[in-house]
C-alpha cells in the first residue's frame, strides 16, 4: 500500500500558559498543506523475523530504529500480536524541523495503511488514542481537515470559519532547522489578547497584524532571516504571511491568484508553491 503523508500549516499559535505536566497550553488552528512525503507499507518477505523501515530522500537524523514510523508500527502490534512485521519504505520530501508536522504525518499514516492492509477495522477513536501517544500533533493528520486545536495541540474542534480551498501558497524553508527546544526557550506564555478563532473568522485581509504566532518574536532576533523571508513574500503580494508552527518555514497565502509568484531565493533553500 502506497501512501502519501501532507504536511500542514499553522494558523496562529498562542502560548498560552505552562501546564502542570511540563508541557505548554497551546491555541493553534491546523490546515492541511498538500505538500507531501511517500510511504509505502507492505507485510514482511517470508522468514523476515522483524519490521524493517528504508529511508530515502531528504536525510532524517537519528537512528533508523527510533523513527516515528516503526514506533507507530510497534504500537500496534504490542496490542495485536497477529499482526506481522512489516516492511515500511519512507521516501522523504517535507523538510524536517520546519513546523510542518511532516513527521508525524509519516506516523499518522503508517496507522491508518496498517489499518486497511491488514484488516484491523480499529475504529477512529482508537486510531486517534495511538496517535496521541506518538505527538501532540500526529492525531491531526487522521481526520487532515482545518480545525481549532487547543491543550497539547491535540484537543480538537471543527473550524468552518476557515475555508481555503484553491488559496494560492508558497511555503519557503530557509535549510534551518529550529528544535522544539530552542523555539519554546524563548516563549514567556501568556493569554491571547483575542481567541484565535474569532480572529480567523475575519476575511484573510484582516489577518496581517492580528493573527499571530507568538514564536516569530521569539526567533526573529536570533534569525533575520525569517523575517527576510516573511517580508518577501509580503512585497511579492502575499495577503499574509507567517512562521509556521515553531519554524523554520515561513508561507504566504495569496488569495485571488492562480498560483503564487515564483521568487528568486538561495539555492540552499526549498521551495513549495501550489494550491491549499
Same mark, same amino acid.
Given at each position: 500500500?502506497?501512501?502519501?503523508?501532507?504536511?500542514?500549516?499553522?494558523?496562529?499559535?498562542?502560548?498560552?500558559?505552562?501546564?502542570?505536566?511540563?508541557?505548554?497550553?497551546?491555541?493553534?488552528?491546523?490546515?492541511?498543506?498538500?505538500?507531501?512525503?511517500?510511504?509505502?507499507?507492505?507485510?514482511?518477505?517470508?522468514?523476515?523475523?522483524?519490521?524493517?523501515?528504508?529511508?530515502?530522500? +531528504?536525510?532524517?537524523?537519528?537512528?533508523?530504529?527510533?523513527?516515528?514510523?516503526?514506533?507507530?508500527?510497534?504500537?500496534?502490534?504490542?496490542?495485536?500480536?497477529?499482526?506481522?512485521?512489516?516492511?515500511?519504505?519512507?521516501?522523504? =520530501?517535507?523538510?524536517?524541523?520546519?513546523?510542518?508536522?511532516?513527521?508525524?504525518?509519516?506516523?499518522?499514516?503508517?496507522?491508518?495503511?496498517?489499518?486497511?492492509?491488514?484488516?484491523?477495522?480499529?475504529?477512529?477513536?482508537?486510531?486517534?488514542?495511538?496517535? +496521541?501517544?506518538?505527538?501532540?500533533?500526529?492525531?491531526?493528520?487522521?481526520?487532515?481537515?482545518?480545525?481549532?486545536?487547543?491543550?497539547?495541540?491535540?484537543?480538537?474542534?471543527?473550524?468552518?470559519?476557515?475555508?481555503?480551498t484553491g488559496v494560492?501558497?508558497?511555503?519557503?524553508?530557509?535549510?534551518?532547522?529550529?528544535?522544539?527546544?530552542?523555539?519554546?526557550?524563548? =516563549?514567556?506564555?501568556?493569554?491571547?489578547?483575542?481567541?484565535? +478563532?474569532?480572529?480567523?473568522?475575519q476575511p484573510i485581509?484582516?489577518?496581517?497584524?492580528?493573527?499571530?504566532?507568538?514564536?516569530?518574536?521569539?526567533?526573529?532576533? +536570533?534569525?533575520?532571516?525569517?523575517?527576510?523571508?516573511?517580508?518577501?513574500?509580503?512585497?511579492?503580494?502575499?495577503?499574509?504571511?507567517?512562521?509556521?508552527?515553531?519554524?523554520?518555514?515561513?508561507?504566504?497565502?495569496?488569495?485571488?491568484?492562480?498560483?503564487?509568484?515564483?521568487?528568486?531565493?538561495?539555492?540552499?533553500?526549498?521551495?513549495?508553491?501550489?494550491?491549499?
Amino acid at each position: 500500500m502506497i501512501s502519501f503523508p501532507n504536511a500542514k500549516l499553522n494558523l496562529g499559535l498562542h502560548v498560552v500558559a505552562r501546564r502542570a505536566d511540563g508541557f505548554h497550553a497551546l491555541e493553534t488552528a491546523f490546515v492541511p498543506l498538500p505538500w507531501t512525503d511517500a510511504l509505502e507499507l507492505l507485510p514482511a518477505a517470508a522468514g523476515q523475523p522483524d519490521t524493517t523501515l528504508a529511508l530515502t530522500g +531528504r536525510p532524517i537524523p537519528g537512528a533508523v530504529a527510533d523513527n516515528l514510523c516503526l514506533r507507530a508500527y510497534a504500537l500496534l502490534r504490542a496490542d495485536h500480536p497477529a499482526l506481522p512485521p512489516a516492511r515500511l519504505h519512507l521516501h522523504k =520530501i517535507v523538510p524536517i524541523g520546519a513546523g510542518l508536522g511532516g513527521g508525524s504525518a509519516d506516523a499518522a499514516f503508517v496507522l491508518t495503511a496498517a489499518n486497511a492492509e491488514f484488516d484491523l477495522h480499529l475504529p477512529p477513536e482508537t486510531l486517534l488514542a495511538y496517535a +496521541r501517544r506518538l505527538g501532540a500533533d500526529c492525531a491531526f493528520f487522521l481526520e487532515n481537515r482545518p480545525c481549532l486545536a487547543t491543550g497539547r495541540g491535540d484537543v480538537f474542534a471543527p473550524l468552518p470559519e476557515v475555508d481555503l480551498t484553491g488559496v494560492a501558497c508558497a511555503v519557503v524553508f530557509p535549510a534551518l532547522a529550529i528544535s522544539t527546544a530552542e523555539a519554546f526557550a524563548g =516563549i514567556v506564555p501568556q493569554a491571547p489578547a483575542r481567541p484565535l +478563532r474569532q480572529v480567523l473568522a475575519q476575511p484573510i485581509a484582516a489577518w496581517r497584524g492580528t493573527l499571530t504566532n507568538d514564536f516569530e518574536a521569539a526567533l526573529a532576533p +536570533r534569525y533575520p532571516v525569517l523575517g527576510e523571508i516573511k517580508a518577501a513574500l509580503y512585497a511579492a503580494g502575499a495577503t499574509y504571511a507567517s512562521l509556521s508552527g515553531s519554524g523554520s518555514a515561513v508561507f504566504g497565502l495569496f488569495p485571488g491568484m492562480e498560483e503564487a509568484p515564483a521568487l528568486a531565493w538561495p539555492a540552499s533553500y526549498t521551495v513549495w508553491r501550489g494550491q491549499l
